[in-house]
């Protein structure tokens, strides 16, 4: 039972353009949400994250976008950088109930020079 | 100010060995968290320990595999009698408390002969 999910394996984009990488969701229980980015043979590094009562949360270039009716979360990175270029994980957990996080499958991002 | 350390980086055991997996969290953090990758798969939880008690083990399978956290010293997680679906990246994160986000270390890539 996949309650995130990733449909997008891989998204690849212009350096300088704004990539978009999509999560949807399907426990309505979830209420805080986050994104970490993933390079090879690395640990996942936290990035951003955004409460349910929140619809935006931005930090730099990274700005996270909610939609609960939707079950629907975005991350979008503008401009894009191929420092960029890493695995980009959505994960989610309910707040009242604990820390574990349920993780995406993950999307691919490459960042073209 | 030292990251989430765990070690070893690559573990090789034969089916029917002891795997040991050590996680020394970053300083000042006391909530302790594992996950498994499977390839091409997001990370799934495991288990949540504070200093000496588990706090949260309903991603655990339910034979073979042990965690702990001691007073003193790294978290261990390990499992007994490994068989082949045992490889599998294992990442532990670590918080300072239970609604802080997650900061992971590089993993232990388990392979099983």
């Not at chain 2, 504070?50 to 499992?79: T, V, Y």
């Amino acid at each position: 039972d996949q309650q995130v999910k990733q449909n997008s394996p891989s998204l690849s984009v212009q350096e300088g353009r704004i990539s978009i990488l999509n999560c949807d969701y399907t426990n309505s229980m979830f209420d805080y949400f986050l994104w970490y980015k993933k390079y090879p043979a690395e640990g996942p590094t936290f990035l951003i994250s955004i409460s349910s009562i929140k619809d935006k949360n931005e930090d730099g270039r990274f700005t996270v976008f909610l939609n609960k009716s939707a079950k629907h979360l975005s991350l979008h990175i503008v401009p894009s950088q191929p420092g960029d270029s890493a695995v980009y994980f959505c994960a989610a957990k309910i707040e009242t109930s604990g820390s574990r996080l349920t993780f995406g499958e993950g999307t691919q991002l490459t960042v073209n020079p | 100010n030292a990251g989430v350390m765990q070690n070893p980086r690559h573990l090789v055991r034969r089916r029917g060995q002891e795997a040991r997996l050590r996680c020394s969290p970053m300083k000042g953090h006391s909530h302790v968290y594992w996950y498994r990758q499977l390839p091409e798969e997001g990370l799934k939880f495991m288990v949540y320990l504070q200093k000496e008690n588990i706090i949260d083990e309903s991603g655990m399978p339910k034979e073979r595999f042990s965690a702990e956290f001691p007073k003193e010293g790294p978290s261990i997680l390990r499992i007994q009698q490994v068989v082949r679906g045992d490889s599998a990246a294992y990442f532990c994160a670590s918080s300072p408390r239970w609604d802080q986000p997650q900061h992971f270390g590089d993993g232990t890539r388990l392979s099983i002969l």
